[in-house]
């Protein structure tokens, strides 16, 4: 049976629109060996949620944990799903995600690090917005000092690339519309890229994204992240520009080429001696800013396939 928070409404409460769906909000908790997290979380947002005039559901996804999270979440009174092994943070999300019929969904992790007393008020900016994030740029003190540059790299390269200021590219706190989720669901990773993922896709498709400021608070318990996870966030990175904005990787890329056959060519006549290198930098320019206008429309025919549906 489904755990489902049902609370009256009254016709002076018009919150948010919910004449899409009985349910309003499904709150997905991805959990990976969180026992001593989970039941403070899920207590957290049943506490900021039940004094909204909705009904909302909380949805844990336990990702094959060994340490008894599964059964600590199964006693709080959520809906929990179990994943046999370790799937990841995405597939774990989609799934959560996938089992709710809610008009919003939203996702916050296990962790603790991410108060829930902002849910209300994201879920009143998602009446208006595709999704809307919580921004922990002015409160990052928390994140490990090690991992301090590679955030700011990968932030600053996604600003670069998507041509706008992302404030924060990961949170793990956000209010989607599912009617503006779901069809990205496909195209999202299974680890913890999830959230680097879908910023990109919905900034780079043009879909209305909001940012609230939060607090961020000290996890609870050990980060499951490697080191390796900031190739895999930066491949992603540039496979969801690609996708969506294929012209802003290529006319760059191309323009180094450019540049350097030009100088190579220059350099040659003043020593009376074409080489190969120019032609070839010239030609791969050309090359790549052809592949480039043909990914864009590529891009535009699938972007408007998925505007007709």
């Known amino acids: 049976m489904e755990n489902i928070t049902r609370v009256t409404r009254t ?7 919910t ?12 959990a990976f060996n969180e026992k001593d997290a989970i039941a403070k979380t899920i207590a957290e947002v049943r506490d900021s949620l039940s004094s ?23 006693s709080s009174g959520a809906r929990v799903i179990a994943n046999k092994e370790n799937r990841g943070y995405g597939a774990s999300l989609k799934r959560g995600i996938l089992a709710g019929n809610s008009t919003y969904v939203a996702i916050i992790d296990a962790d603790g690090t991410y108060p829930a007393q902002y849910l209300p008020r994201m879920l009143e900016m998602a009446a208006e917005a595709d999704m809307i994030v919580g921004d922990r740029s002015a409160n990052m003190t928390n994140v490990p000092a090690i ?13 670069f690339l998507a041509k706008r200021k992302i404030p924060d590219l990961n949170s793990g ?6 009617s503006s989720l779901l069809s990205f669901l496909p195209l999202l990773p299974s680890g913890f890229s999830f959230t680097t993922t879908i910023t990109l896709c919905m900034i780079c498709s043009d879909l209305q994204v909001e940012y609230l400021p939060i607090e961020y608070r000290k996890r609870i318990g050990k980060s499951s992240m490697r080191a390796t ?23 760059p890329l191309g323009a180094l080429l450019f540049l350097g056959g030009v100088s ?6 003043v020593q009376d ?18 592949l480039g206008l043909l990914g864009d429309m590529i891009a535009r025919l699938l972007l408007r396939r998925n505007d007709n549906h």
């Open 19 to 30: 004449t899409q769906s009985p349910l309003v909000l499904s709150v997905v908790i991805p």
């Open 147 to 159: 991992r301090r540059p590679a955030k700011a790299f990968l932030n600053n390269f996604a600003n």
């Open 173 to 178: 706190l956000r209010v989607f519309r599912r």
């Open 273 to 290: 001696n074409v080489s190969e290198g120019a032609v070839l930098g010239l030609l791969g320019a050309v090359m790549i800013w052809s």
């Open 229 to 251: 996870d900031f190739f895999k966030f930066l491949l992603l990175v540039v496979r969801a520009i690609v996708l969506f904005s294929p012209l802003r990787v290529f006319i």
């Open 264 to 269: 190579k060519l220059i350099y040659d006549i």
């Open 11 to 17: 016709s002076s409460e018009s919150l948010l629109d």
């Open 52 to 74: 909204l005039p909705i009904d909302y559901e909380i949805i844990v996804v336990d990702d094959g944990s060994t340490d008894g999270t599964l059964q600590t979440a199964q």
